[in-house]
């Protein structure tokens, strides 16, 4: 089907491990968008991808690499995870910098 | 610093009724604002969107107001129902930029 999909959608890992959340879509959608979900907080971006090979800061993007080496790809890698990261990762893409079509989000804890 | 909020964390309506979800903002560059709903486990759902050269936007059983003088948004549901229970985001979007800030959200609870 059609869509936007992220895997896995549940993690369990240790502190100082790397951990890589994928983000698929099907849309051929130019953006793409990993935020972070904690209750308090709503969602926070964290990297964002204008088309393959361009990638941008957003508001929390310590922590955190991605990549873009495909349109329909996006994934989010947490290169020495910390507890602060156990959080809800969303993935997201758009055609422009209108409405989102978000994933149905990646519940990462880091122990 | 500038941010997007809601003026109510939480919100609690019987089913039939009229629900006004707020959200304030401070950017007054923003000319973009998109209301969300977020079901239990599930990403995010646009529900209704409005540009800074609007005042209302109406969809199916939604209205999204934008008063640009005081930078507030509210989201009104009518005849809200059981399927509506839902955490509801607003988001704003900055001219040329595609950071787009959420609220934190207020939770929509709809009683039988």
């Known amino acids: 089907d059609a869509g936007i999909t992220q895997s896995p959608r549940y993690k369990i890992t240790e502190t100082g491990r790397q951990v890589t959340l994928m983000c698929h879509q099907t849309?051929?959608?130019?953006?793409m968008f990993w935020y972070r979900q904690d209750l308090g907080h709503g969602l926070r971006l964290i990297y964002y991808s204008a088309a393959a090979d361009i990638t941008d800061k957003g508001e929390v993007p310590d922590g955190y690499v991605v990549s873009r080496s495909k349109t329909e790809n996006f994934p989010l890698t947490l290169e020495s995870a910390t507890r602060s990261q156990t959080s809800v990762y969303f993935c997201a893409s758009s055609w422009n910098t209108g409405e989102l079509f978000f994933g149905e989000g990646s519940r990462l804890t880091v122990l | 610093g500038e941010s997007v909020g809601l003026h109510l964390p939480t919100l609690s309506v019987q089913e039939g009724d009229n629900s006004i979800i707020n959200c304030a903002y401070s950017n007054s560059a923003s000319d973009y604002f998109i209301w969300y709903k977020q079901e239990s486990g599930k990403g995010p759902q646009f529900i209704i969107d409005?540009?800074?050269?609007?005042d209302k936007r109406q969809g199916q059983r939604v209205t999204v107001l934008l008063n640009k003088t005081v930078k507030h948004l509210s989201l009104q549901i009518a005849a809200t129902q059981p399927g509506d229970s839902a955490v509801y985001f607003c988001a704003e979007n900055h001219l040329f930029n595609n950071d787009m800030r959420f609220g934190a959200g207020t939770r929509l609870t709809v009683k039988p």
């Open positions: 849309w051929s959608h130019s953006y």
């Open positions: 409005i540009r800074s050269n609007m």
